[in-house]
């Protein structure tokens, strides 16, 4: 396969698991044939509905050589659509196409700052998958600049006040980059929440040292905590619903890194923090009917796991060392036994970049990877260059 093949869908097969049907075996497209996701989502997902569809989608993870010495077979069965029932058609050919190449290719990802152009210049290719935050649309964002404010340090006008960043570009950017490049691109969202009420302006409040919100509370009907995390959800579901209204499906990764008490939706243990995705997805799914959103969970921890039925994504956030290129298959085993092998599995933040071939041929075939902030920290130019040449690397510019 030459490093400029486009991909559409995955030369494998799946066996595909009919609700009250007999299982029957199903050949994907090859790369560079005739099916393609170009364009208008919407009808190729139309399109689909003709054919009955699956329950399950059965993938073995040890990639075109099967088990061997290092690599055990873990067999996956996963849903074959999106755990919200009335999820968009984008979201559910977003999803879809995730499912066809998940154990054959990894995608690429990358955090939307500086270094995102850095890897066009440099590879040739852009990521396919941007992730966006939106940390700034918080009511109680803490780093609004106010010119009238007072700065406690000078007594002179110009300082921090608590409020959302209505000037902030991301949703605007993040629709504009979708369709000025044939809504090939995929778009991912995370949330750095900054905290309901309190913490001082100038501080990150979505860290559990810089807070005094009792996340306890804000699962608890009836208190000011809970009213004010609802007002918070229902801001961002302000901003998800412009996503919606431009027929933009996103991955959505709230409440990330679960167990890491370093965030304050963390802090107060697993069953509060279960409650409290349970709060948010049912008001952005239920009451706001917010369906362009596939569901990434991340963290390691089965007691803080909200449940293969509010999950379609378990996500490893990896950083195992700058400059260390591993498969960090301990890390992908342990979001395997989550859920008993019934999810996508991805790597939704590293420093340094997964080893491609241990990790598609070595039992850790990750979803996607999505490398953070500064990708030159952890990673040198020829590692960069290396991984982006590699034809089972989908970019941008392999995507049709």
């Known amino acids: ?39 208008n989502e919407d009808a190729v997902a139309a399109s689909r509905q003709a054919a009955p569809k699956p329950a399950t989608v059965t993938i073995d993870s040890c990639g075109q050589a099967g088990a061997t010495s290092t690599c055990v077979v873990r067999r996956f069965t996963i849903d074959a659509a999106p755990v919200d029932p009335a999820a968009t058609p984008a979201a559910q050919a977003l999803y879809s196409w995730l499912l066809s190449t998940f154990g054959t290719f990894i995608i690429s990802g990358q955090t939307d700052q500086d270094h995102f152009d850095y890897v066009k210049t440099l590879t040739g290719h852009y990521p396919l998958l941007r992730g966006f935050d939106m940390q700034h649309y918080s009511p109680m964002y803490s780093w609004r600049w106010d010119a009238n404010a007072v700065n406690p340090g000078t007594g002179q006008p110009g300082y921090f006040t608590f409020g959302p960043d ?36 100038g501080t990150n409040t979505f860290y559990t040292e810089f807070t005094t919100f009792d996340a306890s509370r804000a699962v608890r009907k009836g208190t000011q905590e809970y009213a004010d995390t609802l007002r918070d959800i ?9 996503l919606r209204d431009a027929g933009v499906p996103i991955i959505w990764r709230p409440l990330h890194e679960a167990g890491g008490t370093w965030f304050w939706w963390s802090a107060q243990g697993s069953t509060v923090y279960r409650q409290l995705w349970d709060m948010l997805y049912d008001r952005l799914v239920n009451y706001h009917g917010l369906h ?21 994504l378990v996500g490893i956030d990896s950083y195992p060392g700058n400059f260390v290129y591993i498969n960090n298959k301990a890390a992908f085993d342990k979001a395997y036994a989550l859920s008993n092998g019934t999810k996508l599995i991805a790597m939704t933040e590293n420093g340094s970049l997964p ?31 290396a991984v982006y040449a590699d034809p089972r690397v989908i970019t941008l510019e392999r995507y049709v």
């Open 1 to 39: 396969m030459s490093n400029d093949t486009k991909i559409s869908l995955t030369r494998r097969t799946l066996l595909f698991k009919g609700a009250g049907a007999a299982a029957a075996t199903t050949l994907l497209g090859a790369c560079g044939g005739t099916a393609s996701r170009a364009g």
């Open 166 to 201: 209505a000037a902030d570009p991301s949703i605007a950017n993040s629709i504009a980059w979708r369709r000025d490049h044939g809504d090939k691109p995929i778009i991912a969202y995370q949330w750095h929440w900054h905290s309901p009420s309190g913490g001082s302006v």
């Open 292 to 312: 362009n959103l596939l569901w990434c969970w991340c963290g390691d921890d089965a007691d803080w796991y909200p449940g293969n039925d509010k999950v379609d």
């Open 234 to 242: 229902d801001a961002i579901a302000v901003q998800l619903a412009k």
């Open 355 to 385: 080893d491609i071939d241990s990790s598609l041929e070595g039992g850790a075939p990750w979803s996607f990877f999505m490398s953070w902030v500064d990708i030159t920290a952890a990673n040198d130019d020829a590692r960069i260059k």
